[in-house]
């Protein structure tokens, strides 16, 4: 029985398994990650794919479309999970729209328990103004641990050059808060082999990244970017947070 096997058979309503299962997961990640440092993102996702089958998904924020791609080559029909936070632009629903549309994948779409007219009811409006973190946890962070419970991996399209958060980005790790296998296929590349990536497959991207989007989160927390500025400075321009919980 393979470690993800073992998993399946013994997770719980939780999404969680028992010491056993984990230890050999949290083993199989941390070899993957050694051996596959080298290897490419393509080669990266077949091994995922050929891993955990069903068990493996692809999480996408929908700024583009190129790990999701690349996982679609790797396992045709493979799941991809978008969070609908409720906050995001009508560009990015309508990339997930043409995503579903146009490529082999599954799109999975998760929402908040709340929408936000109830969390506006229980927290106040513009709870992402008054505390961010509360709102990403609600909106972000819940929904995507609920939506990864029958999965054993999943993976992202997290990169090194992003920014100094994202700087030792491994290309698989193990997910301790999740207690997931976490892979990062990507996270090699420069954004100019997204860019090269993009164009040699006809790859959909987010409009926004056109008109001076760095980087495509909700709407109320995303600005475009100043000159000079890394990719990921739109994201919460004037705080000190930088990421949203789900990398962290």
């Given at each position: 029985m393979t470690p993800t096997q073992?998993?399946?058979?013994?997770?719980?309503?939780?999404?969680?398994?028992?010491?056993?299962?984990?230890?050999?997961?949290?083993?199989?990640?941390?070899?993957?990650?050694?051996?596959?440092?080298?290897?490419?993102?393509?080669?990266?996702?077949?091994?995922?794919?050929?891993?955990?089958?069903?068990?493996?998904?692809?999480?996408s924020s929908m700024e583009d479309?190129?790990?999701?791609?690349?996982?679609?080559?790797?396992?045709?029909?493979?799941?991809?999970?978008?969070?609908?936070?409720?906050?995001?632009?009508?560009?990015?629903?309508?990339?997930?729209?043409?995503?579903?549309?146009?490529?082999?994948?599954?799109?999975?779409?998760?929402?908040?328990?709340?929408?936000?007219?109830?969390?506006?009811?229980?927290?106040?409006?513009?709870?992402?103004?008054?505390?961010?973190?509360?709102?990403?946890?609600?909106?972000?962070?819940?929904?995507?641990?609920e939506g990864l419970t029958k999965y054993?991996?999943?993976a992202t399209g997290l990169r090194r050059d992003e920014s100094p958060t994202r700087a030792d980005t491994p290309v698989v790790a193990w997910d301790e808060k999740r207690q997931k296998v976490k892979i990062s296929p990507i996270a090699r590349w420069t954004q100019d082999d997204v860019d090269a990536y993009v164009t040699e497959h006809g790859v959909l991207t987010n409009p926004l990244l056109m008109d001076g989007y760095g980087s495509v989160g909700c709407a109320p927390c995303t600005r475009r970017l100043l000159a000079g500025e890394d990719a990921r400075a739109g994201r919460w321009a004037g705080r000190a947070k930088t990421e949203c919980g789900l990398h962290g």
């Open positions: 073992a998993a399946t058979d013994t997770t719980d309503a939780t999404g969680t398994t028992d010491a056993t299962d984990t230890t050999e997961l949290k083993a199989l990640a941390e070899q993957a990650g050694r051996d596959l440092e080298g290897a490419s993102a393509l080669e990266i996702l077949q091994w995922a794919a050929d891993t955990f089958g069903p068990e493996f998904c692809v999480t479309a190129v790990v999701a791609h690349l996982a679609s080559r790797a396992r045709p029909g493979v799941d991809v999970v978008f969070l609908d936070t409720g906050y995001h632009f009508e560009e990015t629903i309508g990339t997930r729209d043409a995503v579903e549309a146009v490529m082999d994948v599954n799109v999975i779409t998760l929402t908040p328990r709340q929408t936000v007219a109830e969390q506006d009811a229980e927290f106040g409006p513009k709870l992402h103004d008054r505390d961010p973190d509360l709102c990403c946890a609600m909106r972000k962070v819940r929904p995507l641990q054993a991996a999943w």
